[in-house]
């Protein structure tokens, strides 16, 4: 019988009798289900989380406990903390303000007057006089390419900035 079916369906009977134990075990396993397994007949079934939250909390939960964490979730200085988000460090932080073009010697600019340069830094200003330092003075804008920090789309920002005497 196991032969003539396997043909008709065009599996092996290895495939044919793995599949038809696998089938009996889901209507065995349906069958234990409908008929043995307590359900719940409001479909409006409420969990009650007493004991997840008293995991949680490390402690039994009260109203008090429940009431501090939530007037500590709204208050914005727990928002500051979550985020290190301090609103008094961007009041003082200056925008910074391109300068004019071609106002900026690249042979005798500081450190402090190159960091008013587009996508210039301090790290990168003082990598600029470090290098004209070792090369003596600049001869071209394009050597700021040999500056640790500047690419070529950096040096596109601040070219126009920038002279040489």
């Known amino acids: 019988m196991l032969e003539r079916l396997s043909k008709k369906i065009g599996l092996t009977q290895t495939e044919l009798k793995i599949s038809l134990f696998v089938v009996i075990v889901f209507l065995v396993g ?40 939530q007037s500590n979730l709204s208050s914005k200085d727990y928002k500051d ?50 290098y004209r330092k070792k090369i003596i003075r600049f001869t071209s804008v394009n050597q700021l390419l040999d500056v640790d920090g500047i690419g070529n789309s950096k040096l596109n920002k601040i070219k126009k900035f920038v002279y040489l005497n």
Do not use: M
């Open 81 to 130: 903390e979550v985020l290190d988000f301090d609103s008094k460090n961007f009041k003082e932080h200056k925008k910074k303000i391109p300068p004019k073009e071609k106002s900026i010697n690249l042979n005798t600019a500081s450190v402090n007057e190159l960091v008013n340069l587009p996508g210039v830094g301090e790290k990168t200003a003082q990598s600029i006089v470090d």
């Open 30 to 69: 349906l069958n234990y289900k409908i008929f043995f397994v307590q359900r719940d007949v409001s479909p409006y079934h409420y969990f009650d989380y007493t004991e997840e939250d008293e995991k949680f909390y490390g402690t039994k939960t009260d109203s008090t406990l429940l009431d501090s964490v």
